[in-house]
């Protein structure tokens, strides 16, 4: 048994853990912390774990923590980068779900997210835990970097056409839209039902702390010119989900059977799905799943690809699983092989 | 034209009343206050009113409130109270929207609102503004006690009942769901849209404030055994409407053509609709309306009413305006008659 | 393991089996019938289910049911009552999750459905499947009638109540609000998006074939006055749950430690959950899980008790799974312990 | 007074004409069609609109419409073509508001809508219904083909940008999203509550009718190289409501300062408002009224527009409103200034 604390437990992505590691047959989910929450049972403040967790949350304490396999942190950003240093040297391993360890470089890191970096020495070390692209340097991690939600959905669905070549890098366009889940748990008006309900608009034009990790993921399979691309995010009146429009053009005389060089790429990925040509992946068929579901579509040189994933899951806490399934030498799909919710 | 101020402009009861008011043929809108949001355009607030209302938030200054003919109240519970000796003097006329002038008796109104009454010698004066009820009392008054939005739904689905003594008024049950905006617009975590949406319950069972409310105003004109009605309100995941669902016993003997007596009570009323005999009224043939639909149902002894309205409209701001009217000797539809949203 | 058929797979009722029997250990998935899809792979009309279920639709064939050890009939009212004798007689097990099998009395079923019974002789033998209730019987039966979705929240509110002899029988009330999944996947207009969004409705007064059951269930544990229960069904603009609220009068003189009835009579229920005194229960705690979770409130004579399920789950799905763990006498909550889905 | 009739009201775009016309101080409405109602009053379809109109539908007579001043077609396509010729003579104005007149090539037509056109004759001499794009030629119109609603949201947010010759027209890409009410009022499965609630999909990927109508409009005002736009709709869980987000290339040396453009081009467009710099306006603000809401961005030479409309009145019937004002000499906005509804 794998023993699990996660730290910072009182969010969307801290009880979508729960929900995701009280059905994972080799977990022991040992220590879960919150500052506001410190001795109240888990299942008082999400009642819909009544019944299947026995646990109270606690103050952090990192001893606890280091006597632990994993730690995951549910925190927002620039928390787990003040204990990570500690735990590795108390030989825990740590995923991070949040941006902490994502950026490789610290100037830029620092220049998106508004503060220094309290451990940049581990930039480097951390692994960028995205399965589809970097499976066998996770299996070997002690820290790893768990992807953004949009970045998960963006780089899952452009991967294929820039390792391949076929499109110009410098006009990428991604528009996505994320449920309401993805701004996270909190008492703010804008997020309030009748504000958000029957509603909907972009947000964080050209601003958004995404882009430059898309940009970087899709730099490491790109060659030529450099990358551009405009990512423009919306709130979709949804709990869960993010949906993906991307765009690209054809280098002229690129071959075009694109639908076999996705199937093809994909076609050993557990938790990716190719749809058949001329399809519309929807939210519902990836609803409380791991799964990201593509499809693709061409019409002369422009190509649309179209990527669903839900961002509480494989945008996070089903990827963080999948990752502590690859970094335990455990079968990746361990615990997560749940149907989609539907409806 | 009136003039007319508005007290507390920032919550949905403002905005709905700022809609209504803009639209409406004999109105002036001479002041708009807010503590937080002073000096701030309206329409920067509430961009729904972009390029139809050229004013901006004010700080409250009571002389100029005082110059204006009607001064509406939008304002938290306890607030106009305070106000009210001091504009009537100045010879403007309120309506409160609150709940300061209510309940007629002073201990009844501060066991439930928790405070001490500021004026307690206006509770006698104050008209309750259900001009189902009190048209004509309306018309001459100084002070109105806009009705709460449930008490508007439950009153006038069981007023028909209990004017004609023909049922138990010792058995009465008002079943209640209400849309989230009856709660109003504050950043609560309770309120936020995942916690909110796709899900339903109730509250406040037995302590809402609405219940005293109903009961005085169904007393007025039931006669025998005490009133006792069960009064559950529930929170809806839409923006807009309540709906109540009444339950009550026929007396023994009682006479049972009860869709004749709803429809003669309520025959020369604008805003009272009685559906054909087996309807059942939705919220969507209410909404941004001024109506209230009602369908009654009997089997046996058993009866069934249900009633609906828009909590804003005839639930809030519709029927201050209604009232407005009345006090104003208008067309009582004046500004109203808007037919409702569908979809 | 459990080999299992599924009649009608292509409704709401049928995605939820194959979701929740996907993940259930001891059952091998061998037939899945449509008339209408025959032929089509499971997965292509259901997309959540893709990489989890690789079967097909078949057309109806009784040989091929009848070497299964379970049927489950997920088919409109009247189908399975067609099949049952045939089924039975080849040794197989059946649960119906339409109504075949419900109602004690064929000519109260014939009233109520319309239709002439096919089988009335099983009528006695068939068990109805609310284990909280005939939890030996069920071990022991061929033939499961699977409750309804409302019989069940309503059942599961006031068995307590009506159990202990508390209440008065004549003077019930079930008011009770259910997500559009509970209609069924159709074509309809009424159920189409833009009807049900941001609307809500009650139907049925008076006329919802529940009734009848949810009176011969409670029938079975109450003594005294005859049972009188007005019971109201209301759409809910949300896919999935059930919310009863349920409304009786105590008798004069009993008892009022309610709280500790509920709980005592519930407390090795596993899948039955008594909230605290004063609690809310919420639809988005039972989301997707198999519990009912239920809160009682006193107030002088009055109770009011709230239920809630999810209606898919332990209003279809998950009480037949429950029903076939104990017919074949496996952990009673085997494939069951999902968490329920939040937000 | 101006004598209307409207062919074909069951339809959302009919109920939408219906609810601003009757609050339209010059309309008298007389004639109401409907195949499939005809006998029926209006306001047992529609109850949002009882009392508020007093007519039935009607089989559809030519005659009848003829003596009227102007006849809506809220049609499916095809419909119009058919009686245009006749009503034209007869001295009757017609406002299509489905697609028979929006394209000018009749080959193109008759290839994206498959079928003849019964009046080819009449494209030549039909006004495409954009007022700021055509208001002078709608004013002198026999007849109008009012646009479709994507075209509305996208032409609008294009528009200032060709017309200056400032973007690559080879690089356009229009990604939109739609409430459920533009796709029309029908028992469709797809377009039942629980297929599209919480669920979020793109259709029609390189298919959709409005592809060539918004090439088209943007053709008109384009030089230089050839358009290439590529379009993607989307399906929102809402009722009401497009939100278009534009994506664009400034030409080498292109200034900048778009804001200033945007804000000049519309400065005396009663109905189109420019945000700050900045702004990301949201459906709310224009829901259920005629306003179109835009905001520009750059970055570079990469330009996003984010323009949002309700399709059921900029999209539909508040455009032919504000056609039929302009072709009778009346005030632009009247009966369309009401407010939009928020929340």
Redesign the interface.
Known sequence: MIKVAIVGGTG?TG?EL??LL??HPQVELAVITSRGEAGRPVSDL????????DLAFREVDVRALATCDVVFFATPNGVAMQQVPTLLDAGARVIDLAADFRLRDPAVWERWYGMPHACPQFLEEAVYGLPELNRERIAGARLIANPGCYPTAVTLGLLPLLEAGLVDPG?L?A?C?SG??GAG?????D?????????????G??AHRHQPEIVQNLGTVTTGAAL?L?F?P?L??????I?A?L?A?LHAGAATDLQALYESRYRDE?FV?VLSAGS??????????N?C?IAV?V?GK?V?V?S?IDNLVKGAAGQAIQNMNLMFGLDETLGL???????
Do not use: I, M
Request: a positive charge; charged letters at 25%; aromatic letters at 8%.
């Open positions: 969307y009880v729960l929900r009280v059905q999400f009642p819909s774990l009544s019944g299947r967790l006009e366009v528009d839209k309401v889940s748990r909190h008492a703010r008006a997020l309030s039902f009748c504000e958000t309900n029957e509603n909907f608009k972009a947000y034009v050209f551009d405009t423009v919306h979709l009146p949804l709990n869960r989900g949906h429009t765009y053009r557990p799905r519309h992946p929807q939210l519902s068929e990836v609803r409380a799943g799964d579901a579509h019409s422009r649309v179209l669903v092989r749940q149907p989609a919710l539907a409806p």
